[in-house]
């Protein structure tokens, strides 16, 4: 699943090279510089096409380098993790893809029942997917549905989590104006008592929850990432999140949700 995703990488890569190209020929059939500024503004226009080319040829090289190590499905099911680490797919819609430190794949995050209105919208500028209620589900390694949630709201986000058969089992609500230095929000139960406060920073992304008993649920500080682990997630962009195997089936399930929301929320904005 790590090369696939490298090499999903170098073909996404590869049509952003040809669409960048097209638009500047396009841009010079009907704009031919004529003096030596105007050939200087027009070499700007080749950095972003330098850096997609760029990306390609790395994605191509990692994916080299992985394709012929065998990476096992994990044994394990989401629920029974300690850690995950996330990496953001190279597909049309947004996702995510769920590894073990090994590289063993554990399943993605995936918008699900999307309305065909919305597909011009997300493969425009992903970011705008904020201001529509939309849904995703965590798949496993087999492709079978774990849970669901559904995102609604601008002023004040509500995440309503549905466990395998579609039933509400709590929510999570999180305030998105109140203050630019953290975001604050509750994960609740099904009965809208308060389970876990949240506070994620509302500059590197960095939380460490805990209940009010004071035990922890997860955390995750940005751009921590154990060297050990880099053999395989050559790349820099690695997010490993800690999360309590204490806990039951139903909350950590509430936590996976707000954890999915909260990265799947960070890979639409490009952060």
């Known amino acids: 699943m ?22 500047t020929g396009v841009f010079l059939a009907f704009n031919m510089p004529k003096t030596n500024s105007e050939w200087v503004e027009v070499l700007a226009l080749l950095i972003p096409v330098l850096f997609m080319g760029f990306i390609a040829l790395n994605s191509r090289k990692k994916y080299k380098e992985m394709k012929d190590m065998e990476f096992p499905q994990s044994a394990f099911s989401l629920l029974d993790c300690n850690h995950l680490i996330l990496k953001q797919d190279a597909t049309m819609t947004p996702s995510l893809l769920s590894f073990e430190k090994d590289g063993s794949f554990v399943g993605m995050y995936q918008l699900v029942d ?20 939309h849904k995703v589900a965590f798949f496993s390694n087999e492709g079978e549905k774990v849970f669901s949630f559904r995102r609604e709201g601008i002023k004040r986000t509500k995440v309503t989590v549905f466990d395998s058969e579609d039933n509400v089992i709590g929510t999570y609500e999180q ?33 460490h929850l805990k209940n ?10 940005n751009g921590r990432f154990p060297h050990e682990y880099t053999k395989i997630f050559k790349d820099m962009d690695n997010d490993i999140v800690e999360v309590s195997d204490q806990l039951s089936e139903k909350n950590k399930i509430l936590l996976l949700s707000l954890i999915g929301f909260v990265f799947m929320e960070r890979s639409q904005k490009g952060n």
Do not use: H, T
């Open 114 to 133: 999307i309305r065909w209105w919305l597909y011009p919208i997300v493969l425009f500028q992903s970011s705008l997917l904020s201001f529509f209620p």
């Open 175 to 207: 305030e998105e104006f109140k203050s630019l230095v953290n975001l604050k929000g509750e994960l609740k139960d099904e009965n809208g008592s308060r389970i876990l406060p949240v506070k994620i920073s509302g500059f590197s992304g960095d939380f």
């Open 2 to 23: 790590i090369a696939e995703m490298f090499k999903r990488r170098e073909k996404m890569s590869y049509v952003g090279l040809v669409l960048l190209l097209c638009f």
């Open 212 to 221: 009010e008993e004071g035990k922890r649920w997860a955390y995750f500080y």
